[in-house]
Each structure stands twice: as C-alpha cells, then as structure tokens.
C-alpha cells in the first residue's frame, strides 16, 4: 500500500467521539444541579414548598403548557418585547453611528451613554406611567429604553474599529452617507450590532417583565407575580423555565441570523 493510500484512511481509521467532552461536562452539570434542587426540596430545611420538588414542577409545567390564557399572556409579552426592541434597536443603531462616526459628538455625548446605561431603568417607570399610561405603552417604553444603550454604546465601538481602508474606498468612489452606511459601516460591524442586539433584547426582557410584575393585568410578569401572591410555587418556577427557555431560543436566533447573513454574503 502505498504511502498516499496510507495517508487517506488514516483519518477514516480514527473514529471521532460520540460525544464530547464538553457535552458531557454540560450533561453533567444539569443533572448536578436537578440532584441538588431535589435533595434540597425534600431535605426540610426551607418553608414548605419553597422549593418544590421536580416532580411537582413537572406536573405544573405540563398544567401551564395547556392553559389557553398562559398563551394569551406569553403573546401580550412577546408583542411589548419585540416592539421594545424594534424601536429601542433602531434608535440605539442610528445613535451608534451617529456618534461612532462623529468624534465631537461623541466626546460630548458618550460619556452620558456610559453614565446612564448601567442605571436600573426601573426608577423611570413612574415616569413612563404619567408619560404613557397603565396600558402596554408604559411597559414598552421601559423596555425601550433598557435596550437603547447597549445597542448604541456596541454599534458606537464597532464603528471606531472599522478598518479605514474601507472608509477611504467609499469615500473614493464618492458614496453619499446611505450608501456608506448600507455598503460599509453595516457590513463591517456585523458582529458588534449582533452582540448589542442580544444584550439590547436581554434588556428589554427585563424591562418589559419588571413592568408587567408592576403594574399590570395582563403578560407573563403579571401571572409571575399573580403566582407568587397566592404561593403557588411550582407554577411560578414553571413559568420562570419556560420563558427561561425562550429567552435562549431567542437570543440563540438573533446570533444564527447574524451568522446566516454572513455566509450569505460569502
């Protein structure tokens, strides 16, 4: 057999492991943590059903999963996030190039950005109520608002490290600030405006939920809070798993759309 021959089963030869090791040490994890949660709902040393067993969330997941107003909720808050991020998104897009493009503006505006982008957006909801109402306007407000500045602050960023070559070739060809937005920053800092949407549509989620716990009487943060007044702890954790759940789902989509794109355009 000869040595090119040799060199093409080699690889064949070597069979790749069913499962990784870091799957197994995720496997793991989970698994440790059910066994803890369980050990700790039967050992007695918390309040009665404080931590209720898996068992018992188990059977009020399944209670959740078909109620037809658990739908109806998740669709009030799902409709609220995704206008908050929609609206906060595209401003906090259009601020980050603004001042990512403009060092004066951003000298005299940024720091602001950075001042208040770590502030509970909370503290503003009595405001967002006289501004907007009891309705779902206030709810998206806050939300709006938490999902502003990580969008602006990262789109910001990205634009200080596009490569100037491109903006020299742009500016060659005498593009107008459209063009140069839509052929060069945008394409350029696909990864930094991914990473503030994620972290906006994180926030945004926060906001929108603390709002409905709140003041509301309808969504998901509303049937939380509605769970824990009348201590039904297992429907509580079992609405916190599902939106658990489809936070990472959501959050997993925005990145796999952002990595879609970019295969696309290659």
Avoid at 135 to 144: C, I, R
Wanted: glycine share 10%; with cysteine.
């Amino acid at each position: 057999m000869s040595k090119v021959e040799t060199r093409r089963l080699r690889p064949a030869a070597v069979a790749a492991p069913l499962i990784s090791q870091v799957t197994l040490l995720r496997i793991a994890i989970i698994l440790g943590v059910l066994a803890a949660w369980e050990s700790l709902a039967h050992s007695g040393w918390l309040y009665r059903d404080v931590v209720p067993s898996l068992l018992a969330i188990g059977g009020a997941l399944v209670k959740l999963l078909t109620d037809r107003n658990y739908y109806f909720n998740l669709a009030v808050t799902a409709a609220e996030i995704a206008t908050a991020l929609a609206v906060g998104g595209s401003a906090g897009l259009a601020v980050g190039l603004l001042l990512g493009g403009n060092r004066f503006l951003s000298k005299a505006f940024e720091p602001y950005l950075y001042y208040l982008g770590p502030t509970p957006k909370i503290i503003f909801f009595p405001v967002m109520i006289m501004w907007f109402g009891v309705g779902p306007e206030s709810k998206v407000a806050l939300g709006t608002l938490s999902c502003f500045f990580p969008v602006a602050l990262n789109v910001a960023a990205g634009m200080r490290q596009i490569d100037k070559v491109l903006i020299r070739v742009g500016q060659s060809f005498r593009a107008t600030t459209w063009q140069m937005v839509q052929k060069i920053y945008l394409p350029a800092m696909r990864h930094p405006i991914i990473n503030g949407v994620r972290l906006g549509f994180g926030f945004a989620l926060i906001g929108t939920l603390l709002a409905e716990t709140k003041l509301s009487n309808k969504g998901i943060g509303f049937l939380i809070i509605q769970a824990y007044s009348i201590f039904d702890m297992p429907g509580m954790y079992a609405m916190l798993i599902v939106l658990f759940v489809l936070a990472i789902g959501a959050n997993a989509l925005i990145g796999k759309l952002g990595g879609l794109d970019s295969i696309k355009r290659n």
